[in-house]
């Protein structure tokens, strides 16, 4: 908006003033802000048969921390990633399914599942020239949600709400957003970047980790070990219960019944915030402005220093916060970060990555006695997904623009799940309550006496 606008309106000088709230108000009314309980604990908004994210204990009225623990349909998420079967080389597709369907599959289940998915993978002609490639923004995030709302168009049957309908747009979205993602990549890329943009053809019978790989190499080639972590990092982001912001904006969107592609795209948009999967980039900037700044990072004493500078809103972005570090409900450990941070030991030990690989354990290690005698906070804190996962992406050679859109095709089964289960048991639209602070009617005053 242009100065003079601005000064037409007369708003953004006012902007803070007119809607700041007394912070007093939360605690006169008891306003759960965040849906947050005082003690950090999330309110109970739902119930939910698909996941099941552990991390501390009440007792007797108190939070007592424990090691974290992360199950889908009551599978435990290590035992679901802990076979190196040839078989089950790639798990997020039969992830998928156990989310969507409750149970996981026989041989022949996942064969036809898998085989369904292949066969969504196509996009509407043209598509891609009119929707990706055409006033291409520079997030790709929005572009996911915009193309979900546009496949609408090509859904005859959009406004659709039979089983039948909500599983076949859930399996087309799972199967084409990964496709979508790499395409808008390139062509943002060939916008902004005067670059080549390069387009794959999906080749038939790859998993879903394999098709994003071979379509995001200019030259197709992966290995089999690439392939197999960044299933892995699929599947690790594929669900995490109905409280996650996107995931009970899935909730709250699906109470209104309103249509899946206007539901998944809302999902999407929530993602892409900062505060949820978009943290991810706040972590890599961080740990980028460490590395700079820390003449030796195998010195303990060098970087809890720096620690100590950003924990005192002196460096990086100056909020105070060490990202990567701490999460709303684990304590102890989040699994997924621990399952994450082994394959990327594994994948750093003997190479260039070795001693970054090792900086980061060193500020998971420190970031909790930094924060204690800095602030004198003794809050529970481990490192959530965050602190690993750029940095896994990073040594498979995936640019930082995919990061939040992985995640995105990782959750959309997660997603469907819980839309699924709000259609059959959530049967009242979400409508918390908000206290207006106002008292009292205000006199309307006539025009020509303000």
Not at 312 to 317: F, I, R, S, W
Not at 358 to 384: F, H, Q, W, Y
Request: contains cysteine; glycine residues 6%; aromatic residues 10%.
């Amino acid at each position: 908006m242009s100065d003079e606008k601005e000064r037409k309106i007369a708003l953004y000088e006012n902007f803070k003033a007119i809607n700041a709230i007394d912070a007093a108000y939360y605690d006169q009314y008891d306003v759960k802000r965040g849906l947050r309980n005082a003690d950090g604990t999330g309110v109970v908004a739902g119930l939910t048969n698909i996941a099941n994210v552990h991390g501390y204990v009440v007792s007797d009225n108190e939070k007592i921390a424990d090691e974290g623990s992360l199950r889908y349909r009551g599978y435990d998420v290590y035992d679901l990633l802990g076979t190196d079967a040839a078989e089950r080389r790639f798990n997020f597709e039969e992830v998928a399914y156990l989310l969507l369907m409750g149970e996981l599959p026989t041989k022949d289940q996942l064969d036809r599942f898998v085989s369904v998915l292949d066969a969504e993978r196509e996009l509407p002609n043209g598509f891609t020239a009119s929707m990706i490639m055409r006033d291409t923004p520079p997030d790709i995030m929005n572009v996911l949600a915009r193309s979900i709302l546009l496949l609408y168009a090509y859904d005859q049957d959009a406004e659709d709400r039979s089983p039948h309908h909500e599983i076949h747009t859930a399996i087309s979205l799972i199967s084409r957003l990964p496709r979508i993602m790499v395409l808008t990549y390139y062509a943002k890329r060939a916008r902004y970047n005067n670059e080549s943009m390069i387009m794959h053809r999906f080749i038939p019978g790859q998993s879903t980790a394999e098709t994003i790989l071979s379509m995001l190499r200019p030259d197709r080639s992966f290995t089999q070990e690439e392939a197999r972590m960044l299933d892995i990092m699929l599947c690790l982001h594929a669900e995490h219960g109905g409280g996650n912001n996107s995931t009970f904006t899935t909730r709250v969107l699906t109470s209104a019944d309103t249509d899946p592609y206007s539901t998944y795209a809302a999902a999407m948009g929530s993602l892409k915030g900062s505060k949820h999967g978009g943290a991810n980039h706040k972590v890599l900037a961080m740990q980028q402005e460490i590395k700079e700044n820390v003449s030796d990072w195998s010195n303990d004493d060098e970087v809890a220093a720096y620690l100590a500078r950003i924990v005192n809103k002196q460096a990086y972005d100056k909020t105070g916060l060490v990202y990567g570090m701490g999460h709303a409900v684990y304590t102890k450990s989040d699994p997924r970060a621990v399952v994450c941070k082994r394959f990327a030991e594994e994948l750093a030990t003997g190479t260039e990555y070795e001693a970054e690989f090792n900086l980061l354990r060193s500020i998971e290690r420190l970031a909790p006695e930094v924060i204690l005698r800095e602030k004198g906070t003794s809050k529970d804190m481990c490192a959530n997904i965050d602190m690993y996962s750029g940095f896994v992406y990073s040594m498979m050679g995936i640019p930082e623009d995919l990061f939040t859109p992985l995640f995105a095709c990782a959750r959309m089964p997660g997603w469907a799940a819980h839309r699924f289960e709000e259609i059959v048991s959530g049967k009242r639209i979400i409508r918390p309550a908000y206290k207006s602070t106002r008292g009292g009617k205000r006199p309307y005053v006539p025009m020509n006496e303000r």
